[in-house]
């Protein structure tokens, strides 16, 4: 059983950790907004360079939030709230080039959108946590294995089962999960062996604020 878990746990690590590797073509993002996946560094100064097609990218980007993006596609599997994340990212992509650029209009068009895009973050960040956690849940009940969020925001994941009799094994699945929960910007990550735990244990994860732009470095 305790390799099983193990393997469940390594699972969705690879699931989390697969951005590191980002700039893959095979990156997806919700086809009904007009967000590209990363390029090439040529690709991007091109972008960069092209004015009429960064203002034309930025605009199509607003009426896309404008017009309301579909959000309730990015729940129910690990994969599907991390495309949430991709997301994310790629609109922090456009904005930064957008801030660099050394036209004016590029330059208000890019502020907007990041306002926007930071207003949906916070909105969709505490919604997002909770479903990846039940989603991660999916993944580990038959391992008797529960999660939950708790608090303010759902800023907190906790994990409740006989595997974390063990302290070994919190050790062992805290190094795997860092940098997913990190990710969602969780603050803290619980380990209870069972329900009335009283002396379980924590970390605190040092996340970014939900409002602030995503970013997989």
């Given at each position: ?23 893959s073509e095979d990156s997806q993002v919700e086809p009904e907004?007009?967000t590209e996946s990363f390029s090439s560094t040529t690709a ?74 930071k207003n949906i973050q916070v909105k969709e960040f505490p ?91």
């Amino acid at each position: 059983m305790k390799r099983k878990v193990q393997h469940l746990f390594s699972a969705i690590a690879l699931a989390g950790f697969i951005f590191i590797a980002f700039g893959s073509e095979d990156s997806q993002v919700e086809p009904e907004t007009s967000t590209e996946s990363f390029s090439s560094t040529t690709a991007r100064e091109e972008t960069v360079n092209d004015v009429p097609n960064q203002i034309a990218q930025l605009k199509r980007e607003l009426v896309s939030i404008e017009d309301g993006v579909n959000f309730s596609t990015y729940r129910n599997t690990i994969e599907a709230t991390q495309m949430e994340l991709v997301l994310f990212a790629a609109w922090a992509k456009t904005i930064n080039e957008a801030l660099i650029s050394e036209n004016s209009e590029i330059n208000a068009l890019g502020e907007e959108l990041e306002r926007k895009v930071k207003n949906i973050q916070v909105k969709e960040f505490p919604v997002l946590r909770k479903a990846y956690a039940k989603a991660v849940y999916q993944k580990l009940w038959e391992q008797n294995i529960e999660t939950q969020v708790l608090g303010n925001k759902n800023k907190t994941i906790q994990f409740t089962g006989g595997y974390f009799a063990n302290n070994g094994n919190k050790m062992k699945t805290q190094e795997t999960l860092q940098e997913a929960l990190k990710m969602f910007r969780f603050s803290r990550v619980n380990y209870k062996w069972y329900k009335y735990d009283n002396d379980y244990t924590y970390y605190e994860i040092d996340s970014p604020d939900d409002s602030e732009l995503m970013s997989f470095n």
